[in-house]
């Protein structure tokens, strides 16, 4: 399995999916949302999670890696730009803006993309796309916990497509 984004050139993310874009919510938080398309995807596929992490944020997030999306239940290979904000075929987790480092932000406006932001120097962010052989009982709004315990023992490949965004 791959992924491939039209996001990304030579390793770098466009400035439109983070906050030298021009889509924000009401927090400020950027929320234009990162394309990409699954291929290769493994014989008995039924959906996929996602999660897009940034590592290089531990030092300055008090610890930990920052999550800007959580996705389930995806049950295509094609996902458009800014369709976080638009889709209805599939189900969104909280991202790190609620937390206190983001500003405490809304349960609401957290279970969307919550782009790229780095304060102190470019970083890489990494989109970990899952495949299941099943969906997942979950919700709008659920933690990224819960997911990755309903999809152990459903993992059939995974695949990570990396980029760096300017600060």
């Known amino acids: 399995m791959k992924i491939i984004s039209q996001g990304i050139t030579n390793g770098v993310i466009e400035d439109k999916y ?8 009401a927090h400020g ?59 209805t075929d599939f189900v969104q987790g909280l991202n790190s803006w609620i937390s206190a480092q983001g500003g405490s932000q809304s349960k609401d406006l957290s279970s969307y993309y919550g782009g790229m932001a780095p304060p102190n120097e470019p970083h890489t962010y990494e989109l970990h796309v899952y495949a299941l052989d099943c969906l997942l009982d979950l919700e709008n709004g659920f933690m990224m916990h819960e997911m990755f315990r309903q999809m152990d023992g ?14």
Do not use: M
Request: proline share 5%; glycine share 8%; net charge negative.
């Open 29 to 87: 938080v950027p929320t234009y949302s990162l394309p990409f398309e699954i291929l290769d995807a493994p014989v008995g596929t039924k959906s996929f999670a996602l999660l897009l992490e940034d590592k290089d944020a531990f030092p300055v997030s008090g610890g930990f890696s920052w999550i800007h999306w959580v996705a389930a239940n995806i049950t295509r290979t094609n996902i458009l730009e800014n369709e976080s904000q638009t889709a």
């Open 154 to 167: 459903h993992v059939l490949a995974q695949a990570t497509l990396k980029g760096v965004y300017r600060n």
């Open 18 to 25: 983070g906050k030298h874009g021009s889509h924000f919510n």
